[in-house]
DNA sequence: GGAAAATAGTTACAATTGCAACAAATAATA
DNA sequence: TATTATTTGTTGCAATTGTAACTATTTTCC
């Protein structure tokens, strides 16, 4: 007969993840939206398009782990701030190209300080080899979280 | 005048935190919904009432970090699936102290071995040094992002 | 003891999100 | 080339979630 086991939840890392994930995420969408009112799928799209102008909605979804609804609805509203532009590809015209307009380029450059400031903040009490150990897992456990649940990949 | 920074998403944690907790949770979640028809709000309720019976909504909400009303919501259809059971507190006629039902304990033996399991895989790939690093960051993290992102704490 | 403040939990409403159906354009194939 | 299948992106609808208002009970304190 097989061992009665209890799980205790702060132990439990999926939760543990979740949890952190949650209060990180809500800082920064609060820091975002009140200072650039900005929500952090708009963000996203944001910061790809910054790093490489021109994609395709479908190019950001893949960049960004967002799905495609996500990402036309952030597409959207940026579009309406005037924050991105938005042209018809001449090859493929279901196509679109994305890329910052420069109002978005400068919120951008303000952004990001913020973004950078509350990472250096949050790892502050971590020492340089807990960063990296961080760096390493995190980059493990994402290509391990991949594999064994394929979420979608149906 | 200030340097022109880029932010590269994906050497960003809050970004990676994010996504990984988003593919873990709905791994996770797939699997309990499928096998036991418990969504993550109703296993975490379940999870602490487990360890810890007789707790009013407002205590499994501190230990779950859930909000009351989605703990409402869970202890709700927990109810209904009679995977709990409600008495009123004697003492104060708000509070009400719940419990795991005979029911909610054997659906609680089944689930636990899969959470674990999952947990086995996921952490599969690391070095125990990598799970005691990953664990202590996650400790000190979980601290530092409660400090710094006060979120609701009003 | 009684009015006012606080607390536990629920409910109603609004905003967010996810999924499925869809239109437009292109690609594949017969 | 006409027909069908595929791809891109949007929209409608349903489910989930969060916020605020509410009821019931208890506590505070005059």
New interface residues.
């Given amino acids: 007969m ?1 061992k ?6 702060d132990r ?17 969408s ?1 820091a975002y939206e009140k200072r650039f009112g900005l929500t ?1 799928p708009e963000w ?1 799209v944001m ?2 398009l ?2 490489t102008p021109d994609l395709s909605a479908a190019e950001v979804a893949q ?3 967002m799905d495609k609804v996500a990402v036309s609805r952030a597409v959207a509203s940026l579009l309406k701030e005037r924050r991105i532009v938005r042209k018809t590809a001449r090859a493929d015209r279901r196509r679109s190209l994305l890329r910052l307009s420069s109002a978005g380029r400068r919120v951008y ?1 303000q952004v ?2 913020v ?2 400031d ?2 250096r ?6 020492t340089q080899k ?1 960063r990296e ?2 760096d ?3 980059r ?7 594999e ?5 990949t149906a």
């Fill in positions: 097989a009665a086991t209890t799980l205790e939840l439990f890392l999926p939760y543990r993840l979740s949890v952190l994930s949650n209060i990180v995420s809500t800082a920064i609060g952090i996203r910061a790809v910054a790093m960049r960004t782990a450059a990001v300080p973004a950078l509350y990472e903040d949050l790892l502050a009490p971590l807990d150990a961080v390493r897992a995190v493990i456990l994402l290509g391990r979280a991949a064994i649940g394929p979420a979608h």
